[in-house]
């Protein structure tokens, strides 16, 4: 490396903060004349009437010279030689510094003609000393000395000048002083080479190191750490011909427990610490922990006090918390078997903010105490919760409970002491008593009283009743497919007057109470009053008399015709009941309430066939039902071919009530037979376990599916999944059954894509759905799904499944997005109510989000049927380019939530929070490889950049490419909502 070189490495140093130093030089002397004062015996050619040797005082001291001049002699050639030179092997340059005058040759008297006011240095190496043996020509000529000032006669003049002999590379040399005919005298020769001197830079030691010659003008060194401290690589330094050590590089750094304290590594001091290497100072201990000793690379924590895995060893200890303060059981504006836990944070936090909470309940009978099991729920969770409450749900009544609520932090793992206080609580409630007999009090054209009575032994508790009704449907309705919805009312007292109804019409009525807590009981059977003609015509009440008749007539053949097919269902198998097409016949058959069984188990009997369970084998459990797991398994029954079966479980500790509960999914689902509906295989009801075993579905719930798969499946496929839906929904409304629930989470998917309705309930509908919200009447609702209607006043219908149906279909189609993002259900219902609608998802069909807004058209009379439906969506996909129309999609809408700012509103602070917001953190490595690593970077993206960093899939490239549209817009409005 060349000077030149170091210099442009110096000055790229210099900006990357590395530091030229120059340091303080040395100086190594081989030779000096004055010194070795009379010593000398340095030779001098000719022996006689050249150089000689002659001693003079200088300042009070003797000094030795040697002097020639022969000025006035004519032509001279004299030699003065030193005595060998031994030459330290790693210095190839020397300095001679030499003290000398010359005589002015202009104050001779008369100026001799030869006369020279120069003489020369010479050089000559060898490998040993050659004793006397004088050779002119083994001399090289190293410069010519001449002085700075001339003498006069009287006035010496001393000069000193200094000269450098380079590229020496023998063991020695001889320096020569060749005088020409100058009036000259030497004082003082002195030899030397340069070193730079030991030192000790950053941490970083080097030894002393001969400075290099001509040939070599920065010598690199390496060095090595001081004491106690490490680098990763050796730490280097230059030394420059001139003896200077420049540009050092030293990473060295003080072990841990170890400061720098000028050149060394010191240990900490007592009380301090140092965890890592690092250049950094020790630190005083922190709070809570043990004074350290000397050299400490941490600091214990003192007795009590702890650390979280995740804390630093900087950080200071924790102590625990103490436990939650005034803990409290609440029952107030709670429904059926539930009540709310709320309690205050500790006193003491320990010194730490990250506090959660975690509840245990047990159910205690004197002293003993056990587990209240996996039945009991806790809403929103019963471990790491944040906030200082919690629901309990589906709580026994008169059964004691002890809730115990601990308060942990992060260092809570490291110690046995629980910071908990407990509540003791029981539930008081009655069941609901069963509505026995129903009467009509009144009638008229328009309207019909009733009452009902109780059949409970003791005092009358229902506080409230439950009435359902429906017009009884004619024979051309039921021809026609005319579906037929009920009315619910929520009464105060056990009779009713219903107005509004429509002279000489046949009602279906049936009651249920409720009880103070809003727990329903059993519905009473139904039974049948007809309103009375219009008043003051007697052709018509005499019409309305034989047309009763006529109807009575028709109702008792329909009947018999009913129970004929009935008897012969097992003969025929469900599937002879339906035709679908292409005669476009209804289905004859219609859904039956298992609850107009008096024994809900002779429902299950009817509808469900009897497996025996050494015929099931259970393999892996592949969810969670509101009963009990639920496993994939197998199923081989006598003489049939294995099949891969999903199996439902009942819990053990089950109450009779939630046995049939179960079980009357089973009756429900055996009643249907459609291939987009799912299929019962059978029932065990007659062993311990109950067990209900249906078809397996490979890909399981279609909203997980949809989002394991976003962005992977095309707008035909998507279409397609829609139909199955769509048919199995048009199945069940044919057959009169109201499904209630129905949600992307409710659709189950084979390996074939087909979809499958599932999920049906009865008393339980929506108890075990997640998304079901109590309303004030004490049914659950999951608002998002349902139509307005059934959410004000429980008006459900096929219609209102026809609402669910396009926000399944917008599920769909965003690829199991959530339907109004994270509104809360407050919200959404106030936008339904304003006429707000979901708008369209990305990259969905024109013609598809027309439909969805048709069915959430608010007049359900509007809305089209399962069936109308079924046959456009069947056109759709017979002409694929009718998908091709894309609806508006706005990106600023469509992710206004959340993807346009972080969840609190406020800009994304990384590119990854930004990904994850767009459900895109797959991506995430793909955007740091490429460099963009701010917002403003990916502000900065257009689609081929996208593409470039190695996003590939059409639907993730979309997704990403609008989100950022949308972030570059973030003054959207929900306007687009309205419809
Ligand atoms: P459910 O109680 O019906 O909501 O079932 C709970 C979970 O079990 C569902 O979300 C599915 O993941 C799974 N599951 C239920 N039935 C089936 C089935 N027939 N095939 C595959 N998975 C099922």
């Not at 009144?442 to 229902?462: I, N």
């Not at 399944?808 to 936008?831: C, I, L, Q, T």
Request: glycine content about 6%.
């Amino acid at each position: 490396m060349d000077y030149r070189r170091i210099k442009r490495v110096l000055f790229v140093n210099v900006f990357m903060n590395f530091v030229f130093i120059s340091l303080q030089k040395k100086e190594e002397v081989l030779l000096d004349m004055v010194a070795s004062g009379a010593e000398l015996g340095w030779l001098t050619s000719p022996v006689k009437d050249g150089w000689e040797i002659g001693q003079q005082a200088v300042n009070g001291s003797l000094l030795y010279n040697y002097y020639v001049c022969n000025v006035e002699k004519g032509e001279q050639d004299n030699w003065l030689r030193t005595t060998f030179i031994q030459r330290n092997p790693a210095a190839s340059r020397v300095f001679v510094e030499l003290q000398f005058n010359v005589r002015d040759c202009n104050t001779f008297e008369a100026v001799p003609l030869n006369c020279k006011e120069t003489f020369n240095l010479y050089t000559s190496e060898a490998d040993a000393d050659i004793g006397t043996a004088f050779r002119k020509g083994l001399f090289r000529k190293v410069a010519t000395i001449a002085p700075d000032e001339i003498s006069d006669r009287g006035k010496m003049k001393m000069n000193t000048e200094t000269k450098v002999v380079d590229n020496l590379s023998r063991k020695g040399f001889y320096l020569g002083f060749q005088d020409i005919g100058a009036c000259v005298a030497i004082y003082s020769v002195r030899v030397y080479y340069k070193t730079c001197p030991a030192t000790v830079q950053s941490l970083a030691a080097f030894p002393e190191t001969v400075a290099g010659g001509e040939n070599q003008a920065l010598r690199e060194v390496a060095g090595s750490c001081v004491k106690n401290a490490i680098s990763e690589g050796q730490p280097r330094i230059y030394c420059t011909t001139d003896g200077e050590w420049v540009v050092p590089m030293s990473q060295c750094q003080c072990e841990s427990g170890f400061e720098a304290l000028e050149d060394t590594c010191q240990e900490c001091q007592p009380g301090f610490f140092k965890p890592s290497v690092s250049s950094e100072a020790c630190k005083p201990c922190p709070k809570n922990t043990e004074p350290s000793g000397p050299g400490a690379t941490r600091c214990s924590c003192n007795d009590g006090f702890y650390r979280a895995p995740e804390d630093p060893e900087t950080s200071a200890c924790f102590g625990l918390p103490s436990a939650p303060q005034s803990l409290l059981s609440s029952t107030a504006q709670m429904s059926f078997g539930r009540l709310q836990l709320s309690w205050k944070p500790p006193a003491d936090n320990g010194g730490r903010s990250d506090i959660t909470y975690s509840v245990v309940c047990e159910r205690c009978e004197g002293k003993t105490c056990q587990s209240c099991g996996e039945k009991v729920r806790f809403e929103p969770s019963n471990t790491e919760l944040k906030e200082t409450k919690v629901t309990v749900s589906e709580l026994e009544p008169h059964l004691n409970y002890t809730f115990s609520v601990e308060a942990r932090s992060g260092v809570s793992q490291f110690s046995h002491k629980r910071a908990v206080s407990s509540i003791n609580t029981t539930l008081h409630y009655t069941d609901p008593p069963k509505v026995t007999a129903m009467h009509l009090v009144e009638s008229s054209p328009t309207s019909l009283s009733l009452q009902w009575s109780v059949s409970h032994r003791a005092k009358p508790v229902a506080t409230r009743y439950e009435l359902m009704f429906r017009k009884k449907e004619n024979d051309e309705e039921k021809a026609s497919g005319t579906v037929t919805t009920f009315t619910v009312l929520v009464l105060e007292k056990n009779s009713a007057q219903i107005k509004d109804l429509s002279p000489s019409t046949v009602y279906l009525f049936k009651v249920q109470a409720l009880s103070s807590e809003g727990s329903p009981g059993s519905y009473s059977i139904e039974q049948e009053f007809s309103t009375l003609p219009p008043a003051g015509n007697t052709a018509v009440i005499l019409g309305a008399a034989i047309g009763g008749a006529v109807m009575l007539f028709i109702v008792v053949v329909v009947l018999l015709l009913r129970k004929r097919r009935r008897n012969s269902h097992t003969r025929q198998g469900p599937e002879d009941t339906y035709f679908s097409s292409p005669d476009q016949l209804k289905p004859l058959k219609t859904y039956v309430d298992p609850h107009t069984y008096e024994d809900p188990n002779t429902a299950v009997l009817k509808f469900a066939s009897e497996i025996h369970p050494n015929h099931i084998t259970k393999q892996k459990v592949i969810g969670a039902g509101e009963f009990g797991e639920v496993y994939r398994g197998i199923l081989k029954a006598p003489s049939r071919k294995e099949v891969a079966v999903a199996i439902k479980t009942l819990k053990p500790g089950y109450t009779e009530k939630q046995r049939q509960d179960f079980l009357s999914e089973a009756s429900i689902m055996g009643q249907f037979s459609h291939q987009n509906i799912i299929r019962l295989e059978g029932v065990v009801t007659k062993f311990k376990h109950a067990m209900i075993v249906t078809e397996y579905m490979e890909n399981g719930a279609l909203d997980k599916y949809l989002k394991d798969h976003d962005g992977e499946m095309s707008s035909f496929q998507l279409v397609g999944m829609l139909r199955g839906i769509a048919a199995g929904m048009k199945y069940l409304s044919d057959m009169s059954y109201v499904h209630r629930d129905l949600a992307a989470r409710n659709i189950l998917v084979n390996s074939n894509l087909e979809c499958k309705v599932s999920d049906f309930g009865l008393s339980r509908v929506l108890e075990d759905d997640p998304e079901g919200t109590y309303t004030t009447s004490g049914g659950k609702i999951p608002i998002r799904w349902t139509a307005p209607e059934a959410i004000a006043y429980r008006k459900f219908t096929s219609a209102s499944d026809v609402w669910s149906f396009g926000i399944v279909m917008w599920e769909v189609m965003a690829f199991g997005e959530r339907p109004y993002w994270d509104m809360s259900n407050h919200e959404v219902m106030k936008a339904i109510n304003e006429a707000f609608r979901l708008p369209a998802p990305m990259d969905c069909p024109s013609a598809v989000y027309q439909l969805m807004l048709q069915c959430w058209q608010q007049d359900r009379s509007k809305r089209p049927r399962f069936g109308d439906i079924v046959s456009l969506l069947d056109k759709l996909l017979k002409s694929p380019d009718s998908l091709k129309p894309i609806a508006d999609f706005d990106p600023r809408v469509s992710i206004r939530l959340p993807s346009t700012s972080g969840s609190d509103g406020s800009p994304f602070r990384s590119v990854s929070e930004w990904l994850e917001s767009i459900k895109m953190s797959q991506y995430s490595e793909n955007f740091s490889m490429a460099g963009v690593v701010s917002m403003e970077q990916v502000l900065q993206m257009k689609s081929e950049d996208i593409r470039n960093i190695g996003v590939r899939l059409p639907g993730h490239l979309k997704r990403i490419a609008y989100s950022i549209l949308g972030l570059k817009d973030q003054t959207s409005t929900l306007s687009v909502f309205a419809v």
